[in-house]
């Protein structure tokens, strides 16, 4: 299995601030790397796929980047609205896999 | 726009088998993957499996033994049975549609999850 390692697990920030999280793969997984946002109680959302390709209708605040077993997403200035849970998933080889999440919370 | 249900029994006797079912509704079953995922309170996601057709399935080894999906194209379902279930089976449970563009596969959408509890 392709363990996926996300950091760091939980983080504080303010509105406005410059977010960035990571994702690292254990084996290369090319640009075969999703990244999903969740709220309490919700299902998570689609963000990002293929490393860096925005999904319709999410803000272009969002951005994702990284090939290989390195990748990155960066949220230039945080929202409100933005305050979740993040996980990182490749679709590199079954099983899928994702990362342990990275809580965003409010500083 | 295509929209994913789950249902099925929210309280599973331990040892017991897990049902679950998913409604595909606002497009077609066929010519895609779909994909049964799980999450403890408070805890990451785990991919439990996929199918195609009946004939097509990949399932986590870490569950192999116990799951057996299943398509019905006639209904726009597809379904999930977890055998021998134990409390670490306890967690919501989401559908989500595999989708493939730009070369690379994603889960979109998911099925607003069902929390599954297993307790005598």
């Known amino acids: 299995d392709i363990q996926m390692t996300q950091s760091p697990s939980s983080l504080s920030a303010s509105v406005g601030d410059r977010v960035t999280i990571t994702c690292r793969a254990s084996?290369?997984?090319?640009?075969?790397l999703n990244w999903y946002q969740q709220k309490p109680g919700k299902a998570p959302k689609l963000l990002i796929y293929?490393?860096?390709n925005l999904q319709s209708g999410v803000p272009s605040r969002f951005s994702g980047s990284g090939s290989g077993t390195d990748f990155t997403l960066t949220i230039t200035s945080l929202q409100p609205e933005d305050f979740a849970t993040y996980y990182c998933?490749?679709?590199?080889?079954?099983?899928?896999?994702f990362g342990q999440g990275t809580k965003v919370e409010i500083k | 726009q295509v929209q994913l249900q789950e249902s099925g029994p929210g309280l599973v006797k331990p040892s017991e088998t897990l049902s679950l079912t998913c409604t595909v509704s606002?497009?077609?079953?066929?010519?895609?993957?779909w994909s049964w995922i799980r999450q403890p309170a408070g805890k990451g996601l785990e991919w439990i499996g996929r199918?195609?057709?009946?004939?097509?399935?990949n399932y986590n080894p870490s569950l192999k033994s116990r799951v057996t999906m299943s398509v019905d194209t006639s209904k726009n379902q597809f379904s999930l049975k977890l055998t021998s279930v134990t409390a670490a089976d306890t967690a919501v449970y989401f559908c989500?549609?595999?989708?493939?563009?730009?070369?690379?596969?994603?889960?979109?959408?998911w099925g607003q999850g069902t929390l599954v509890t297993v307790s005598s």
């Open positions: 084996q290369s997984i090319s640009t075969y």
């Open positions: 989500a549609r595999e989708v493939a563009a730009s070369g690379s596969r994603y889960f979109d959408p």
């Open positions: 293929a490393a860096s």
């Open positions: 998933q490749q679709s590199y080889s079954t099983p899928r896999t």
């Open positions: 199918i195609y057709t009946s004939e097509n399935t």
């Open positions: 606002g497009g077609s079953i066929s010519s895609y993957y």
